[in-house]
């Protein structure tokens, strides 16, 4: 990873983090009990400033764009993904408005001074049984307009990091049938959260289920106009970055394992033995080029005047960056054999969470649907 910091600023934000990773890896086994959540990595975090990491400089934050961003990314998470990837979701969304300033201006101002001050967000969209937003399902959630107020009902699952937010940013279907944004107050009444989070993966996510029971907020919360999109949304690399972390983590263990491991019958470490070293060799090379193709992609994003034609080479990085995390880890368990299935080795929770990466967004088989008709659209073209 090292060979891919560019400046010394970020290599000095890559030691901070590097500081806190041993941390957080002893602090990992906590994160296996029903209801856990890594307090502490959220607070060592902040008390480095990470929440603020790609908080525009003209509302007090550090102002690093994508690049670092995704550095950080991988960095947190070889210390632990559940951590990297709860406090991704907070430095992305603020990064995405920092790229395209698409909120009202008067939420961004006191959201960006709260966020300042150690605030922390995220947006909750999914719905139970209601299908998923990426695939266009509506809200049930609903926001009525009753004079300077919304009343906001509904609940949202998968709200990761439900713990410690402050701001949530909760999609709602208005009475006329519109989508709105609306920014629910952790503290406002009727906000409460259901500990629904059972997965045997990222358990640490604490991505709970948001419940909103009659809650009024003022009229002014409303994120962003009803029709802003955010025309680039490179942020969503720290998904990918968050898995190539992991898989580095379960990699340097099972090297670690293999070159310290002497089984009396082979009078030598299994790191001398040519089919280790062949999967080492493969692993190295797997992480190798997933590293370069991300890194590659985010230069390209950055450097990209059009970032909206970005989207297919975002979505390919993350399916081809995550099944190759897959693929490192499950070498990495072959290395270090069965006793990586212990619940007292750490590479069981590598093997449990590197999975998960096969349901974040985007999911591989809607990639693949929409690369298909491209080319079915573009080979009956060229018959005409």
Same mark, same amino acid.
């Given at each position: 990873?090292?060979?891919?910091?560019?400046?010394?600023?970020?290599?000095?934000?890559?030691?901070?983090?590097?500081?806190?990773?041993?941390?957080?890896?002893?602090?990992?086994?906590?994160?296996?009990?029903?209801?856990?959540?890594?307090?502490?990595?959220?607070?060592?975090?902040?008390?480095?400033?990470?929440?603020?990491?790609?908080?525009?400089?003209?509302?007090?934050?550090?102002?690093?764009?994508?690049?670092?961003?995704?550095?950080?990314?991988?960095?947190?998470?070889?210390?632990?993904?559940?951590?990297?990837?709860?406090?991704?979701?907070?430095?992305?969304?603020?990064?995405?408005?920092?790229?395209?300033?698409?909120?009202?201006?008067?939420?961004?101002?006191?959201?960006?001074?709260?966020?300042?001050?150690?605030?922390?967000?995220?947006?909750?969209?999914?719905?139970?049984?209601?299908?998923?937003?990426?695939?266009?399902?509506?809200?049930?959630?609903?926001?009525?307009?009753?004079?300077?107020?919304?009343?906001?009902?509904?609940?949202?699952?998968?709200?990761?990091?439900?713990?410690?937010?402050?701001?949530?940013?909760?999609?709602?279907?208005?009475?006329?049938?519109?989508?709105?944004?609306?920014?629910?107050?952790?503290?406002?009444?009727?906000?409460?959260?259901?500990?629904?989070?059972?997965?045997?993966?990222?358990?640490?996510? %604490?991505? #709970?289920?948001?419940?909103?029971?009659?809650?009024?907020?003022?009229?002014?919360? +409303?994120? $962003?106009? @009803? &029709?802003?999109?955010?025309?680039?949304?490179?942020?969503?690399?720290?998904?990918?970055?968050?898995?190539?972390?992991?898989?580095?983590?379960?990699?340097?263990?099972?090297?670690?394992?293999?070159?310290?491991?002497?089984?009396?019958?082979?009078?030598?470490?299994?790191?001398?033995?040519?089919?280790?070293?062949?999967?080492?060799?493969?692993?190295?090379?797997?992480?190798?080029?997933?590293?370069?193709?991300?890194?590659?992609?985010?230069?390209?994003?950055?450097?990209?005047?059009?970032?909206?034609?970005?989207?297919? %080479?975002? #979505?390919?990085?993350?399916?081809?960056?995550?099944?190759?995390?897959?693929?490192? +880890?499950? $070498?990495? @368990? &072959?290395?270090?054999?069965?006793?990586?299935?212990?619940?007292?080795?750490?590479?069981?929770?590598?093997?449990?969470?590197?999975?998960?990466?096969?349901?974040?967004?985007?999911?591989?088989?809607?990639?693949?649907?929409?690369?298909?008709?491209?080319?079915?659209?573009?080979?009956?073209?060229?018959?005409?």
């Amino acid at each position: 990873m090292e060979s891919f910091v560019k400046t010394a600023q970020q290599q000095e934000m890559l030691n901070q983090i590097n500081q806190l990773k041993s941390v957080f890896q002893e602090r990992e086994p906590e994160l296996d009990a029903l209801g856990s959540f890594p307090f502490r990595n959220i607070e060592d975090l902040k008390n480095i400033h990470y929440h603020t990491l790609t908080l525009p400089k003209d509302f007090g934050g550090q102002g690093f764009g994508l690049y670092e961003y995704i550095l950080a990314q991988e960095a947190i998470s070889e210390g632990s993904g559940a951590t990297g990837l709860s406090i991704g979701w907070h430095t992305g969304i603020v990064l995405e408005y920092a790229e395209n300033r698409h909120w009202h201006s008067h939420s961004a101002d006191w959201l960006m001074e709260k966020i300042k001050n150690g605030a922390l967000i995220n947006t909750a969209a999914t719905e139970n049984n209601a299908g998923s937003p990426a695939r266009g399902a509506l809200p049930r959630t609903t926001a009525v307009l009753d004079g300077d107020e919304w009343i906001v009902n509904g609940e949202k699952t998968y709200t990761s990091m439900a713990p410690v937010l402050d701001y949530t940013f909760v999609t709602a279907t208005t009475a006329d049938e519109q989508v709105i944004t609306v920014i629910i107050p952790r503290e406002a009444t009727g906000v409460s959260i259901d500990e629904t989070w059972d997965m045997l993966a990222m358990r640490g996510t %604490a991505s #709970h289920t948001l419940v909103l029971n009659n809650v009024r907020i003022p009229s002014s919360y +409303v994120l $962003k106009p @009803m &029709k802003a999109q955010a025309i680039g949304k490179g942020w969503l690399l720290h998904i990918p970055a968050c898995y190539i972390g992991i898989a580095a983590a379960a990699r340097t263990y099972a090297i670690d394992f293999a070159v310290g491991y002497e089984p009396a019958s082979l009078g030598k470490p299994i790191a001398e033995t040519p089919n280790i070293r062949q999967l080492i060799g493969e692993m190295e090379l797997e992480l190798s080029t997933a590293r370069h193709f991300l890194y590659g992609t985010v230069e390209r994003y950055e450097r990209a005047e059009d970032k909206a034609a970005m989207d297919e %080479a975002l #979505h390919v990085t993350k399916i081809a960056v995550t099944n190759a995390a897959l693929g490192i +880890v499950d $070498k990495a @368990m &072959k290395i270090v054999g069965s006793r990586a299935l212990s619940e007292s080795n750490p590479m069981h929770r590598h093997y449990m969470n590197v999975r998960a990466g096969l349901y974040n967004p985007p999911m591989e088989d809607m990639v693949k649907s929409q690369m298909a008709g491209k080319a079915i659209a573009s080979f009956r073209q060229t018959q005409n």
